[in-house]
Nanobody
Framework: QVQLVETGGGLVQAGASLRLTCAAS????????MGWFRQAPGKDREFVAV????????YYLDSVKGRFTISRDNAKNTVYLQMNSLKPEDTAVYYC?????????????????WGQGIQVTVSS
């Protein structure tokens, strides 16, 4: 069984950067697609970014394109989300998720295991 732990969240001002890290244990991530989702208070869980098993393919929510970058280091069993030019509307709990396929999608129901989530708060 895979356990995912997110770190790197916090409170920042608009325009700042954060890097979220998702560290896995229990199984190697090298054959899994990995995604990041977020959920703001009172809203549904929202897809943010996905990366395929090798890191050669990524896809983003339109509103984060050009600001966020998803990457992975399979040797370290870790996935990252670099978030630049943060906006107040990026405030949410961010979740790392894994899918037991080589390629992932945007639907949260397709993912098989999740981290506990980490808070990101962007003040204006």
């Amino acid at each position: 069984q895979v356990q995912l732990v997110e770190t790197g969240g916090g409170l920042v001002q608009a325009g700042a950067s954060l890097r979220l890290t998702c560290a896995a244990s229990g199984r190697t991530l090298s054959s899994y697609a990995m995604g990041w989702f977020r959920q703001a208070p009172g809203k549904d869980r929202e897809f943010v970014a996905v990366i395929n098993w090798s890191g050669s393919s990524t896809y983003y929510l339109d509103s984060v394109k050009g600001r966020f970058t998803i990457s992975r280091d399979n040797a370290k069993n870790t996935v990252y989300l670099q978030m630049n030019s943060l906006k107040p509307e990026d405030t949410a709990v961010y979740y790392c998720a894994g899918r037991s396929k080589l390629y992932g999608g945007t639907y949260y129901g397709d993912y098989d295991f999740w981290g506990q989530g980490i808070q990101v708060t962007v003040s204006s």
